[in-house]
C-alpha cells in the first residue's frame, strides 16, 4: 500500500510533497517522510505519525529545495517508526518504495555478509544498499538501479534520488502503481493522480518494467531490462482538483455519500440508449456477439466491491438467466476454480490496484477466461490487464470506507445485466425501457435518500454506544445487510454482522437480547412478508429492531421501533437505494465515536499487498 510522490521543478519542492503526501494518505498512514537536495546533499527527515505529524517534525525548519521525495507508509515488515519509515538511505542512494520485495530477507543476509550495514526492518532498504552497492562497483545511477533490479523479486513503485547525480528522479514500476505528471517546466511521479491534480492534468501512466528518468529538462522512459526506449501516450485528466478536497465537509466520506447522484449521472451518461433499447456496448468494449454465446459468469473482488459482486449475480440470473458464481478474490486464485470455456470472468475493483483481485484475474486469463474489469481508476493495472473495462465514473475515492464506487459499481452492473439481457432476448424492449427510464430517476432518488440524514443522526445518537450490531437482509438486498455490517465494523470497530434474515433462526437468533440492535431491509418486494416475520421474531426476544423501508409500507410500523424510509425503485435498483442510510448510519455512529472516519485504524484504501 503505501504513497509515493516525488517533485522536480521551479517551486519549492517541500510545500508540494506535504500536500500530495496528504492526497495519498488514503493509501496509508502510519508513518511518513521527505527527502530533498539541499546544497548538494540529500537531506531526509521521518516520523511515525500521520502527514500532520511530519509537518510539525520540520516546521521552523525552512526547507527549501526544487527535488525532492515524499512517502506515507502503512507498515508491512517493521513496526510503524521513524527508522522504518521512507525515504530509505544506502550511501547517497535515497528512495521511496510502495509495495513488496519478496526475496528480501536473502538479499538482506548476502548484503550483510558483504559488510552492509543495515538500519532498519524494512524489505525497501535492501534496494538502496543494492544500488549503492552497484554506483560503487563504477556503475553510473542509472544502470545501477538497471542492475539491482534485476536481483529484486516483488511488486515495487519506487522513486529514487542520488547525491552523486543531483536534480535527477528515477521512477521505476513493477506491480505497483505509477504515474507521471506533466507540468509546464515541472514534472511529478505519484502513486495516485490526485497528489499532483493542483498542477497538471497531463499524465503518462507508467506501464510494468519500465524506468523513466526525470529531469528539469524533460522525461525519458526505457524499459528497465533492456534500455530500449519507450514512447508513452499522455493521458489527459478529467478530474477537477476539487474533486479531491474536502469541498466543506466534515470527512471525505460523507462527502462521497452526498457524490453519488453526481457519480451515478456520471456513470450512466452516454451509455445506453433509451430509443433504441440498447445498452452501449462500447462503454465496455464488449461485442453482442460475444455476450449471445457467455453461458457463465463468474464475479470477482474484494471487500465492498464483493458485496456488489454479490447483488450482481442476483442482477444477472434473474436479469439474463446466464449462471454466475461469485468469489471473493483471495479464495478464487487458490481454489482451482473450474472455468468451462468461453466464460467471462467480470473482476469489480475501486482502486483496480488490488493485489488479490489483480491474482485472480491474471488466474483467470491463464485458465483461458475473457475478463472484464469494472474499475473506477483510469490506467490502474486491472483496467489495463483485462480483455474489456466498464469505468465507473465516480470520481477519486478517497475515505477508506468505499461509498459512492460500491454504489457506481452497482450502476455498472444494472448495465451489463441488461446488455446480457438483450443479446440473449430474455428481456423485451419494452422491459429494457422501464428499466432504463427507472435508472434515468436513479439520482434523484439518492438525492432523498440522503435526506434521511437527520433521521439517521437521531438513530446514531441512540446506539454508538453499543457493542454489537446484527444487520438483516433477503435476496438482492442479503449483500447490503453484509454492506451495513462492513461499514459499521470497520470505521467505528463495534463489533457488526450481516445475515440473510431467513438464517437466522439457524444460530445467530442466540445473541437477540434487549441490548441488541438490529436494522432489517424492507423494501416492498417479494419477500417482504418473509422479512416482516424475521423483524417479529427479533421483537419478541426484546431486540430493538431499525427498518429500513419503502416510502409508504404501514406493515413495518408494528415491528420497528425505528423506521427510514426511502423512495420506491424496481427491484434491481434498491440495493443502491438502501446502501445510502447504511452509510450514513456507520458515518455517524463513528463520528459520534470519535473515531478517524476517513483513515480507520489498520486499514488502507488500495490493498496492494496479499
Ligand atoms: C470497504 C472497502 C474495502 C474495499 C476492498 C477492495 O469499505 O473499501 O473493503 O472494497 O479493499 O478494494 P478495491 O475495490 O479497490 O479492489
Redesign the pocket.
Known amino acids: 500500500m503505501c504513497g509515493i510522490i516525488g517533485y522536480i521543478g521551479k517551486q519549492n519542492a517541500i510545500p508540494i510533497l506535504i500536500k500530495g503526501l496528504k492526497r495519498l494518505e488514503y493509501r496509508g498512514y502510519d508513518s511518513a517522510g521527505i527527502a530533498f537536495f539541499m546544497n548538494n546533499k540529500i537531506g531526509v527527515r521521518r516520523c511515525a505519525g500521520k502527514i500532520k505529524d511530519l509537518e510539525s517534525h520540520i516546521r521552523g525548519e525552512r526547507l527549501k529545495s526544487i527535488t525532492g521525495l515524499g512517502h506515507t507508509r502503512w507498515a508491512t515488515h517493521g513496526k510503524p517508526s521513524e527508522e522504518n519509515a521512507h525515504p530509505h538511505r544506502a550511501g547517497g542512494i535515497v528512495l521511496v518504495h510502495n509495495g513488496i520485495i519478496e526475496n528480501y530477507f536473502e538479499l538482506k543476509e548476502e548484503l550483510k555478509k558483504k559488510g552492509h550495514v543495515f538500519t532498519s526492518e524494512t524489505d525497501t532498504e535492501v534496494i538502496c544498499h543494492l544500488i549503492h552497492s552497484y554506483s560503487q562497483n563504477g556503475l553510473n545511477f542509472e544502470d545501477a538501479t538497471r542492475e539491482a533490479l534485476k536481483h529484486v523479486e516483488g511488486a515495487y513503485a519506487i522513486g529514487i534520488i542520488n547525491e552523486k547525480e543531483p536534480q535527477k528522479i528515477l521512477a521505476v514500476k513493477k506491480d505497483s502503481p505509477l504515474v507521471i505528471g506533466l507540468g509546464k517546466g515541472e514534472f511529478f511521479i505519484a502513486s495516485d493522480i490526485p497528489a499532483f491534480l493542483n498542477y497538471t492534468k497531463d499524465v503518462i501512466i507508467l506501464d510494468n518494467d519500465e524506468i523513466a528518468s526525470i529531469t528539469h529538462k524533460g522525461v525519458s522512459i526505457s524499459k528497465l531490462h533492456n534500455s530500449k526506449p519507450v514512447k508513452k501516450e499522455i493521458t489527459k485528466i478529467t478530474w477537477s482538483p476539487s474533486m479531491a478536497e474536502k469541498s466543506g465537509y466534515r470527512h471525505f466520506m460523507l462527502k462521497e455519500i452526498h457524490e453519488q447522484p453526481r457519480a451515478i449521472s456520471d456513470t450512466i451518461r452516454g451509455r445506453f440508449s433509451l430509443e433504441r433499447a440498447e445498452v452501449n456496448l462500447g462503454e465496455f468494449s464488449l461485442k453482442e456477439n460475444d455476450l449471445k454465446k457467455l453461458d457463465k459468469i463468474f464475479l470477482v473482488?474484494?471487500?465492498?466491491?464483493?458485496h456488489a459482486a454479490l447483488v450482481g449475480k442476483y442482477m444477472i440470473e434473474e436479469m439474463a438467466r446466464v449462471p454466475c458464481e461469485v468469489d471473493i478474490a483471495s479464495e478464487f486464485r487458490y481454489r482451482k476454480p473450474l472455468i468451462p470455456k468461453g466464460s467471462l470472468v467480470i473482476v469489480?475493483?475501486?482502486?483496480?490496484?488490488?493485489a488479490d483481485?489483480l491474482a485472480a484475474q491474471k488466474e483467470s486469463r491463464k485458465l483461458g477466461a475473457k475478463v472484464l474489469s469494472i474499475c473506477?481508476v483510469v490506467g490502474s493495472t486491472s483496467a489495463r490487464e483485462a480483455d474489456s473495462v466498464f469505468y465507473t465514473h465516480s470520481g477519486p475515492e478517497i475515505g477508506?470506507?468505499?461509498?459512492k464506487?460500491?454504489t457506481t459499481q452497482l450502476t455498472g452492473l444494472y448495465l451489463f445485466s441488461i446488455a446480457l439481457a438483450k443479446a440473449k432476448k430474455t428481456l423485451s424492449s419494452h422491459e429494457i425501457r422501464e428499466l432504463f427510464n427507472e435508472l434515468l430517476q436513479l439520482p434523484e432518488k439518492v438525492e432523498k435518500s440522503l435526506q434521511s440524514n437527520n433521521a439517521i443522526i437521531k438513530i446514531a445518537k441512540q446506539f454508538f454506544r453499543v457493542r454489537d450490531f446484527l444487520y438483516l437482509g433477503r435476496g438482492i438486498n442479503y449483500p447490503i445487510a453484509l454492506e451495513g455490517a462492513?461499514?459499521l465494523k470497520?470505521i467505528s470497530y463495534i463489533h457488526a454482522e450481516g445475515y440473510p434474515a431467513g438464517e437466522m433462526k439457524h444460530g445467530p437468533i442466540a445473541l437477540i437480547d434487549n441490548n441488541m440492535p438490529v436494522l432489517a431491509l424492507a423494501p416492498d418486494d417479494n419477500i417482504l412478508e418473509k422479512i416482516l416475520s424475521n423483524m417479529e421474531e427479533v421483537k419478541s426476544r426484546g431486540g430493538k429492531v431499525i427498518a429500513v423501508a419503502t416510502e409508504d409500507n404501514t406493515k413495518v410500523l408494528s415491528r420497528a421501533s425505528y423506521i427510514l424510509t426511502m423512495p420506491k425503485t424496481n427491484y434491481y435498483l434498491t440495493p443502491i437505494i438502501f446502501s445510502i442510510p447504511l452509510h450514513l448510519l456507520a458515518y455517524h455512529m463513528a463520528v459520534l465515536r470519535k473515531c478517524n472516519v476517513d483513515q480507520p485504524r489498520n486499514l488502507a484504501?488500495?490493498?496492494t499487498v496479499e
Open positions: 473482488a474484494c471487500g465492498t466491491s464483493w469489480i475493483t475501486q482502486s483496480g490496484e488490488t483481485t473506477n477508506v470506507a468505499s461509498t464506487a460500491f462492513l461499514k470497520e484504501k488500495s490493498v
